[in-house]
């Protein structure tokens, strides 16, 4: 099945600063890829997703960048603000059901 | 307009016990989908349902855990002889449409603390 992996872990920037997220994925077949953003106690929340007919997508402050060839695809994070400290989740999915894999989630911390 | 809600929010148990929890979709979304989060980790695909009919258990981790959605809206998430690695928080989701680029919106979970 696919492997979605996630890096790094944890991420602190200064505010105001630029944050990069990365993940790969393992199956040549998926075709979705969103971002989550999850704070405490709350359920993930969609911030951003591509298709595999795209290579860059952008909404205002946050954009993402799918490499096919690579597997990977990133989330870039422009002008941090201490609201977007919380955890992104990157997920990848494919076929008819269009169940999500998950990466394993990273810890963004933004300093004011 | 309203999104997911899921009740309980916290459920308590003890070993061996049987629990329901419950989701509520976004009106109208045809899809709805069960994952299971534990600490530390990124949602894990639990089931999914395409209307009343399950179009995919492979998730479930065994005959313990079962899911119904009678109505093709609300949706029950069963777990009987409950285990302390059952303990996580259970998030479900719904979408309007299948196929591999719809948009899964979640609620907010039901945390399940197993003792």
């Known amino acids: 099945g696919e492997n979605v992996e996630q890096h790094p872990s944890t991420l602190s920037v200064q505010e105001g600063d630029s944050a990069v997220i990365k993940c790969t994925y393992s199956?040549?077949?998926?075709?979705?890829f969103p971002w989550y953003k999850q704070e405490l106690g709350k359920g993930p929340q969609l911030i951003i997703d591509?298709?595999?007919?795209?290579g860059e997508k952008k909404d205002q402050r946050i954009a993402v960048t799918l490499n096919k060839t690579a597997k990977h695809f990133s989330l870039h994070i422009t002008e941090t603000q201490p609201e977007d400290s919380a955890v992104y989740f990157c997920?990848?999915?494919?076929?008819?059901?269009?169940?999500?894999?998950f990466g394993k989630g990273i810890t963004l911390s933004v300093r004011p | 307009g309203a999104g997911v809600s899921q009740t309980p929010s916290n459920k308590v148990t003890e070993k061996g016990k049987y629990v329901e929890l419950r989701c509520d979709p976004i009106?109208?979304?045809?899809?709805l989908y069960w994952y299971r989060q534990s600490l530390g980790q990124g949602p894990e695909f639990l089931i999914y349902?395409?209307?009343?009919?399950?179009?995919?258990d492979s998730g479930l981790p065994n005959d313990r855990f079962f899911a119904v959605r009678p109505e093709g809206s609300v949706s029950t998430l069963k777990i009987q002889r409950t285990e302390r690695g059952d303990s996580a928080v259970y998030l479900c989701?719904?979408?309007?449409?299948?196929?591999?680029?719809?948009?899964?919106?979640f609620g907010p979970g039901t945390r399940l603390t197993v003792l």
């Open positions: 989701a719904s979408s309007t449409r299948t196929g591999p680029d719809n948009e899964q919106f």
């Open positions: 199956d040549s077949a998926s075709n979705y």
């Open positions: 591509i298709r595999s007919n795209v």
């Open positions: 997920a990848a999915s494919f076929g008819a059901n269009s169940k999500l894999t």
């Open positions: 009106s109208g979304h045809t899809a």
């Open positions: 349902f395409q209307g009343t009919g399950a179009a995919d």
